[in-house]
């Protein structure tokens, strides 16, 4: 099914990725996600990073060993897999404007959610994201992730996310509780508000950056306000 053309004042759909270039530059995520007009080019580090996720999301499934050049994360798994709880690997969650669960790709999906790897142990639940890159830490999409699991798993009241540093076998942890699920939104809703008014009036600015290196807009020439150090990068 083809995909429907963006109209100025459509419901903005969001995901963590898509909120972080938002936060970089509101015109380089518009002109990504809204009009398509940039391709989408994985860097090696990207295709890297995507290679080793499905390789854990395969181990974590009992589907396939780890690679000999990746065998040096198995303990990691190991500690993930012996910890007390059910496991789960790469869970995808939507949740509609209404805060309700939905599919993926149903009509109402308004914000989007993948977890790399999950326990439920009772009350208590664990969610980790795969990192490949060097440890940088922004606790959006861990708090977003324990938001989300709080809806699809209404018997939890305590979730841990994490960041799963790869290279230094390191976690990020952060702790939320159910009697904050409320706050926790309040503070989420903040950046997908502002892209909603984007699209409401249809003004997308530029926010010039070090990312105007790598923006597809600045590489096309056609951004006004890219650091002069990137333009036309």
Known sequence: ????????????TWSPSRVNTFKKCSRMFHEEANLRTVPFVQSEPQLYGDRVHKM???????????????????????????????????????????????????????????????????????????????????????KLNAAIGFIFYPSLEQITTAYIWLKT?????????????NRMWQELLQEPARMQECSNRNHWPERPGKHCGWCGVNKQQRCTSASEKYKGA
Request: aromatic content about 10%.
């Open 56 to 142: 854990l999301d395969k181990r974590i499934k009992g589907e396939a060993e780890l690679p000999i050049e990746e065998k040096h994360l198995e303990p990691l798994v190991l500690s993930l897999l012996n910890a007390p709880g059910r496991t789960m690997a790469e869970q995808k969650m939507t949740i509609n404007a209404k805060f309700e669960p939905t599919g993926w790709f149903s009509d109402d999906a308004w914000c989007r959610i993948i977890v790399d790897v999950m326990k439920i142990n009772g009350p208590h639940g664990f969610m980790g994201d795969w990192k490949t890159g060097k440890p940088n830490f922004d606790q959006y999409q861990l």
């Open 169 to 181: 076998k390191t976690l990020d942890p952060e702790v939320y509780h159910r009697s904050n699920y």
């Open 1 to 12: 099914m083809a995909r429907k053309a963006y109209e100025p004042g459509q419901v903005i």
